[in-house]
Protein backbone atom coordinates (compact mmCIF):
# COMPACT_ATOMS: atom_id res chain seq x y z
CA UNK A 1 0.00 0.00 0.00
CA UNK A 2 0.77 3.59 -1.39
CA UNK A 3 2.63 5.78 1.97
CA UNK A 4 1.32 8.64 3.86
CA UNK A 5 1.05 11.29 1.27
CA UNK A 6 3.44 13.94 2.02
CA UNK A 7 1.97 17.24 2.04
CA UNK A 8 5.54 19.04 2.08
CA UNK A 9 6.79 18.60 -1.29
CA UNK A 10 3.63 20.51 -2.54
CA UNK A 11 5.01 22.75 -5.54
CA UNK A 12 2.25 25.25 -4.01
CA UNK A 13 4.60 25.92 -0.96
CA UNK A 14 5.65 29.62 -1.03
CA UNK A 15 9.25 29.55 -1.13
CA UNK A 16 10.23 31.90 2.18
CA UNK A 17 13.08 34.58 2.49
CA UNK A 18 16.85 33.31 2.68
CA UNK A 19 17.12 35.49 5.99
CA UNK A 20 14.31 34.00 7.34
CA UNK A 21 15.09 29.73 5.98
CA UNK A 22 12.24 27.17 6.94
CA UNK A 23 13.16 23.38 7.67
CA UNK A 24 13.86 21.76 4.26
CA UNK A 25 12.06 18.58 3.04
CA UNK A 26 14.47 16.30 3.78
CA UNK A 27 14.89 17.46 7.45
CA UNK A 28 10.92 16.50 8.05
CA UNK A 29 9.99 13.44 9.90
CA UNK A 30 8.81 10.54 7.07
CA UNK A 31 5.20 10.19 7.45
CA UNK A 32 3.55 7.47 8.72
CA UNK A 33 1.33 4.68 7.45
CA UNK A 34 -1.46 6.26 6.14
CA UNK A 35 -4.98 5.38 7.16
CA UNK A 36 -6.19 3.94 4.71
CA UNK A 37 -3.48 1.23 4.63
CA UNK A 38 -4.13 -2.89 5.34
CA UNK A 39 -3.96 -3.97 9.19
CA UNK A 40 -0.32 -5.53 8.32
CA UNK A 41 1.28 -1.73 7.55
CA UNK A 42 -0.19 -0.44 11.00
CA UNK A 43 2.12 -0.63 13.76
CA UNK A 44 2.61 -3.76 16.18
CA UNK A 45 3.96 -3.74 19.97
CA UNK A 46 4.25 -0.68 22.24
CA UNK A 47 7.64 0.39 20.72
CA UNK A 48 6.39 0.47 17.14
CA UNK A 49 2.74 2.07 18.26
CA UNK A 50 5.17 4.90 20.02
CA UNK A 51 7.29 5.46 17.30
CA UNK A 52 4.44 5.56 14.65
CA UNK A 53 2.87 8.28 17.36
CA UNK A 54 6.10 10.19 17.83
CA UNK A 55 6.28 10.73 13.75
CA UNK A 56 2.20 11.78 13.28
CA UNK A 57 3.32 14.36 16.58
CA UNK A 58 6.35 16.04 14.64
CA UNK A 59 4.45 16.53 11.43
CA UNK A 60 1.65 17.65 13.20
CA UNK A 61 3.85 20.23 15.42
CA UNK A 62 5.47 21.43 11.86
CA UNK A 63 2.11 22.19 10.34
CA UNK A 64 0.35 23.77 13.17
CA UNK A 65 4.06 26.20 13.06
CA UNK A 66 3.45 26.74 9.63
CA UNK A 67 -0.44 27.56 9.96
CA UNK A 68 0.72 30.31 12.71
CA UNK A 69 3.18 31.94 11.09
CA UNK A 70 0.85 32.02 7.58
CA UNK A 71 3.52 30.79 5.56
CA UNK A 72 1.03 28.92 2.83
CA UNK A 73 0.00 32.04 1.29
CA UNK A 74 -2.80 30.59 -0.82
CA UNK A 75 -5.84 28.29 -0.37
CA UNK A 76 -4.44 25.37 -2.43
CA UNK A 77 -1.25 24.65 0.26
CA UNK A 78 -3.40 25.29 3.29
CA UNK A 79 -6.08 22.50 2.38
CA UNK A 80 -3.04 20.14 1.07
CA UNK A 81 -1.96 20.80 4.81
CA UNK A 82 -6.26 19.47 5.64
CA UNK A 83 -5.95 16.70 4.13
CA UNK A 84 -2.58 15.54 5.65
CA UNK A 85 -3.89 16.36 9.22
CA UNK A 86 -7.01 14.59 8.16
CA UNK A 87 -5.45 11.37 7.07
CA UNK A 88 -3.25 11.93 9.88
CA UNK A 89 -5.89 11.78 12.52
CA UNK A 90 -7.54 8.96 11.09
CA UNK A 91 -4.77 7.08 11.23
CA UNK A 92 -3.90 7.39 14.66
CA UNK A 93 -7.92 6.24 15.37
CA UNK A 94 -7.44 3.09 13.94
CA UNK A 95 -4.29 2.68 15.99
CA UNK A 96 -6.31 3.54 18.56
CA UNK A 97 -9.17 1.28 18.22
CA UNK A 98 -6.83 -1.86 16.68
CA UNK A 99 -3.73 -1.20 18.18
CA UNK A 100 -3.76 -0.41 21.62
CA UNK A 101 -6.13 -2.46 23.38
CA UNK A 102 -3.73 -4.82 25.28
CA UNK A 103 -0.80 -2.47 25.51
CA UNK A 104 -0.96 -0.76 28.57
CA UNK A 105 -3.51 2.23 30.08
CA UNK A 106 -0.35 4.41 29.49
CA UNK A 107 0.25 3.80 25.84
CA UNK A 108 -3.64 3.74 25.06
CA UNK A 109 -3.96 7.41 26.90
CA UNK A 110 -0.67 8.91 25.04
CA UNK A 111 -2.47 7.29 21.13
CA UNK A 112 -5.67 9.05 22.79
CA UNK A 113 -4.25 12.31 23.29
CA UNK A 114 -2.13 12.43 20.14
CA UNK A 115 -5.91 11.60 18.44
CA UNK A 116 -7.46 14.74 19.92
CA UNK A 117 -4.59 16.86 19.46
CA UNK A 118 -4.58 16.34 15.65
CA UNK A 119 -8.15 16.19 15.68
CA UNK A 120 -7.79 20.24 17.04
CA UNK A 121 -4.93 20.85 14.26
CA UNK A 122 -7.16 19.43 11.72
CA UNK A 123 -10.14 21.61 12.55
CA UNK A 124 -7.85 24.86 12.97
CA UNK A 125 -6.37 24.26 9.55
CA UNK A 126 -10.21 23.94 8.25
CA UNK A 127 -11.07 27.03 10.03
CA UNK A 128 -7.98 29.06 8.48
CA UNK A 129 -9.13 27.81 4.89
CA UNK A 130 -12.48 29.33 5.35
CA UNK A 131 -11.52 32.36 6.40
CA UNK A 132 -9.00 32.74 3.11
CA UNK A 133 -11.94 31.59 0.98
CA UNK A 134 -14.00 34.52 2.51
CA UNK A 135 -11.29 36.84 2.22
CA UNK A 136 -11.00 35.91 -1.30
CA UNK A 137 -14.78 36.37 -1.98
CA UNK A 138 -14.89 39.85 0.22
CA UNK A 139 -14.42 42.32 -2.82
CA UNK A 140 -16.93 40.34 -4.96
CA UNK A 141 -19.99 40.26 -2.31
CA UNK A 142 -19.12 43.77 -1.59
CA UNK A 143 -19.69 44.55 -4.91
CA UNK A 144 -22.84 43.08 -5.17
CA UNK A 145 -24.12 44.16 -2.19
CA UNK A 146 -23.73 47.83 -3.55
CA UNK A 147 -25.35 46.96 -6.45
CA UNK A 148 -28.03 46.05 -4.93
CA UNK A 149 -29.11 49.21 -4.07
CA UNK A 150 -27.32 49.76 -0.16
CA UNK A 151 -24.12 50.96 -0.95
CA UNK A 152 -23.89 52.26 2.76
CA UNK A 153 -24.88 48.40 4.25
CA UNK A 154 -22.44 46.23 6.24
CA UNK A 155 -21.57 43.28 5.17
CA UNK A 156 -22.06 40.61 7.86
CA UNK A 157 -21.07 36.67 6.61
CA UNK A 158 -22.92 34.21 9.78
CA UNK A 159 -20.45 31.94 10.82
CA UNK A 160 -22.46 29.33 12.96
CA UNK A 161 -24.36 28.80 16.22
CA UNK A 162 -24.23 31.95 18.34
CA UNK A 163 -22.81 34.91 16.39
CA UNK A 164 -21.71 38.26 17.46
CA UNK A 165 -22.43 41.33 15.65
CA UNK A 166 -26.13 43.22 15.10
CA UNK A 167 -25.10 43.27 11.49
CA UNK A 168 -27.47 42.67 8.80
CA UNK A 169 -26.73 39.64 6.47
CA UNK A 170 -26.21 38.75 2.99
CA UNK A 171 -26.11 35.12 1.84
CA UNK A 172 -27.14 33.72 -1.36
CA UNK A 173 -29.00 30.47 -1.84
CA UNK A 174 -25.45 28.37 -2.27
CA UNK A 175 -24.25 30.24 1.08
CA UNK A 176 -27.28 29.01 2.68
CA UNK A 177 -26.85 25.12 1.76
CA UNK A 178 -23.30 25.42 2.77
CA UNK A 179 -22.34 24.27 6.32
CA UNK A 180 -20.98 26.27 8.50
CA UNK A 181 -17.11 25.76 9.84
CA UNK A 182 -17.31 24.63 13.36
CA UNK A 183 -14.38 26.67 14.80
CA UNK A 184 -16.14 29.92 13.41
CA UNK A 185 -18.82 29.39 15.99
CA UNK A 186 -18.91 30.40 19.72
CA UNK A 187 -20.17 29.13 22.68
CA UNK A 188 -22.63 31.33 25.22
CA UNK A 189 -19.98 32.76 27.31
CA UNK A 190 -17.74 33.43 24.89
CA UNK A 191 -20.51 35.54 22.79
CA UNK A 192 -21.41 37.10 26.26
CA UNK A 193 -18.41 38.01 27.28
CA UNK A 194 -17.61 39.80 24.16
CA UNK A 195 -20.62 41.17 22.48
CA UNK A 196 -20.88 44.98 23.36
CA UNK A 197 -25.08 44.12 24.71
CA UNK A 198 -23.44 42.37 27.72
CA UNK A 199 -22.23 45.46 28.86
CA UNK A 200 -24.77 48.23 27.84
CA UNK A 201 -27.94 46.43 28.49
CA UNK A 202 -28.90 46.21 31.73
CA UNK A 203 -30.78 42.58 33.31
CA UNK A 204 -34.67 42.80 32.16
CA UNK A 205 -37.63 40.79 32.43
CA UNK A 206 -37.58 38.38 29.09
CA UNK A 207 -40.66 38.34 29.05
CA UNK A 208 -41.47 42.33 29.11
CA UNK A 209 -40.93 42.29 25.50
CA UNK A 210 -43.32 41.81 22.91
CA UNK A 211 -42.91 39.59 20.00
CA UNK A 212 -45.51 36.61 18.05
CA UNK A 213 -45.38 33.64 20.12
CA UNK A 214 -46.56 32.16 17.46
CA UNK A 215 -43.25 33.22 14.76
CA UNK A 216 -41.35 30.28 13.54
CA UNK A 217 -38.57 30.52 14.08
CA UNK A 218 -38.53 33.59 16.32
CA UNK A 219 -36.63 36.94 15.48
CA UNK A 220 -33.12 35.84 15.40
CA UNK A 221 -31.95 38.94 17.30
CA UNK A 222 -34.39 38.30 19.60
CA UNK A 223 -33.47 35.27 21.02
CA UNK A 224 -29.87 36.19 21.02
CA UNK A 225 -30.92 39.13 23.21
CA UNK A 226 -33.23 37.21 25.77
CA UNK A 227 -29.81 34.66 26.26
CA UNK A 228 -27.53 37.87 27.03
CA UNK A 229 -30.69 38.92 29.29
CA UNK A 230 -30.52 35.72 31.04
CA UNK A 231 -26.66 35.88 31.41
CA UNK A 232 -26.59 38.98 32.73
CA UNK A 233 -28.64 37.45 36.11
CA UNK A 234 -26.19 37.18 38.89
CA UNK A 235 -28.46 35.67 41.13
CA UNK A 236 -26.98 31.93 42.26
CA UNK A 237 -30.82 30.76 42.02
CA UNK A 238 -32.53 30.03 38.90
CA UNK A 239 -34.87 33.22 37.67
CA UNK A 240 -38.27 31.68 36.70
CA UNK A 241 -37.37 28.05 37.04
CA UNK A 242 -41.03 26.79 36.03
CA UNK A 243 -41.44 29.27 33.82
CA UNK A 244 -40.72 28.11 29.83
CA UNK A 245 -38.72 30.29 27.31
CA UNK A 246 -38.81 31.01 23.89
CA UNK A 247 -36.01 30.70 21.46
CA UNK A 248 -35.98 29.94 17.76
CA UNK A 249 -38.31 26.86 18.04
CA UNK A 250 -38.92 24.02 20.46
CA UNK A 251 -36.09 22.16 21.93
CA UNK A 252 -37.04 18.97 20.10
CA UNK A 253 -36.06 20.73 16.65
CA UNK A 254 -33.28 22.59 17.72
CA UNK A 255 -31.98 18.83 19.36
CA UNK A 256 -32.53 17.22 15.29
CA UNK A 257 -30.80 20.38 13.33
CA UNK A 258 -27.99 20.22 16.12
CA UNK A 259 -27.16 16.48 16.19
CA UNK A 260 -27.46 16.24 12.39
CA UNK A 261 -24.86 19.00 11.94
CA UNK A 262 -27.82 21.28 9.93
CA UNK A 263 -26.90 24.84 10.03
CA UNK A 264 -29.65 27.52 9.02
CA UNK A 265 -29.00 31.29 9.59
CA UNK A 266 -32.39 32.08 10.95
CA UNK A 267 -31.94 29.66 14.02
CA UNK A 268 -29.84 30.52 17.08
CA UNK A 269 -28.21 26.76 17.44
CA UNK A 270 -25.96 25.50 19.87
CA UNK A 271 -22.83 24.08 19.20
CA UNK A 272 -20.86 21.26 20.43
CA UNK A 273 -17.00 21.92 20.94
CA UNK A 274 -14.29 19.26 21.46
CA UNK A 275 -17.13 16.76 20.72
CA UNK A 276 -17.94 15.05 17.19
CA UNK A 277 -21.75 14.39 16.73
CA UNK A 278 -21.27 10.93 16.52
CA UNK A 279 -19.36 10.41 19.98
CA UNK A 280 -22.98 12.50 21.55
CA UNK A 281 -24.97 9.96 19.99
CA UNK A 282 -23.07 6.98 21.51
CA UNK A 283 -22.68 8.45 24.91
CA UNK A 284 -26.56 9.10 24.76
CA UNK A 285 -26.82 4.98 23.84
CA UNK A 286 -24.27 4.26 26.44
CA UNK A 287 -26.38 5.72 29.48
CA UNK A 288 -29.60 4.64 27.77
CA UNK A 289 -28.27 0.87 27.69
CA UNK A 290 -26.88 0.85 31.02
CA UNK A 291 -30.42 2.42 32.03
CA UNK A 292 -28.92 5.83 33.72
CA UNK A 293 -30.93 8.20 31.05
CA UNK A 294 -34.34 7.72 30.50
CA UNK A 295 -36.94 10.06 28.71
CA UNK A 296 -39.19 11.93 30.93
CA UNK A 297 -42.08 14.37 29.81
CA UNK A 298 -40.74 16.17 26.41
CA UNK A 299 -37.18 16.05 27.01
CA UNK A 300 -35.89 13.34 25.13
CA UNK A 301 -32.58 11.23 26.38
CA UNK A 302 -30.52 12.60 23.55
CA UNK A 303 -31.71 16.33 24.51
CA UNK A 304 -31.13 15.61 28.39
CA UNK A 305 -27.06 14.22 26.98
CA UNK A 306 -26.68 17.37 24.75
CA UNK A 307 -27.81 19.91 27.77
CA UNK A 308 -25.67 18.34 29.97
CA UNK A 309 -22.30 18.47 27.68
CA UNK A 310 -23.57 22.07 26.61
CA UNK A 311 -23.26 23.21 30.18
CA UNK A 312 -20.01 21.44 30.72
CA UNK A 313 -18.33 22.89 28.02
CA UNK A 314 -19.78 26.60 27.94
CA UNK A 315 -20.62 27.00 31.98
CA UNK A 316 -23.42 29.19 30.91
CA UNK A 317 -26.54 29.54 33.14
CA UNK A 318 -29.15 26.59 32.96
CA UNK A 319 -31.52 29.66 32.18
CA UNK A 320 -29.51 30.72 29.19
CA UNK A 321 -29.96 27.16 27.46
CA UNK A 322 -33.67 27.24 28.69
CA UNK A 323 -33.92 30.15 26.07
CA UNK A 324 -32.38 28.05 23.33
CA UNK A 325 -33.98 25.34 23.69
CA UNK A 326 -37.68 26.57 24.50
CA UNK A 327 -37.52 24.67 27.72
CA UNK A 328 -38.26 25.72 31.56
CA UNK A 329 -34.54 26.39 33.45
CA UNK A 330 -36.10 23.65 36.04
CA UNK A 331 -36.02 21.16 32.88
CA UNK A 332 -32.58 21.86 31.69
CA UNK A 333 -31.32 21.78 35.36
CA UNK A 334 -32.95 18.48 35.96
CA UNK A 335 -31.58 16.67 32.42
CA UNK A 336 -28.57 18.09 33.02
CA UNK A 337 -28.38 16.56 36.70
CA UNK A 338 -29.66 13.12 35.64
CA UNK A 339 -27.02 13.18 33.08
CA UNK A 340 -24.35 13.32 35.34
CA UNK A 341 -25.69 11.31 37.94
CA UNK A 342 -25.27 8.49 35.57
CA UNK A 343 -21.82 9.28 34.25
CA UNK A 344 -20.41 8.89 37.91
CA UNK A 345 -22.57 5.51 39.15
CA UNK A 346 -21.09 4.11 35.25
CA UNK A 347 -17.38 4.93 36.01
CA UNK A 348 -17.92 3.66 39.63
Not at 6 to 16: A, D, G, I, M, Y
Not at 123 to 136: D, N, Q
Request: glycine residues 6%; positive net charge.
Amino acid sequence: MGRFYNPFQSHRLVQTPTDNPTPTVSGLPTPPASAQSSDSDLPDGPDEIRCYVRKVELQVQWLQERLAKQVASNVGSVNEAKRALKSMHRGLEKVHVERCPGQGDELEAAVGYAVRRTWRAYISAVKLEEKMKRGLNMIDEAQKHYLEGDPGGKLFLMSGALPIGDGATLTTQKQRAERADPLDTVTIPSCIVSSKLSTETSVVNPSSVKTNPEQIPQPRQEVKRRVLDEEANPSLELLDPDRARRGSCNGFMVTHMTVKGLQDERFVLPYLHYMKLHELQCLKQWLTNTGNVAQSGPVSRTEKVLLCMLVLQSGCRYESLAVIHSRSPRQIKEACNEVMQGLLRCTH
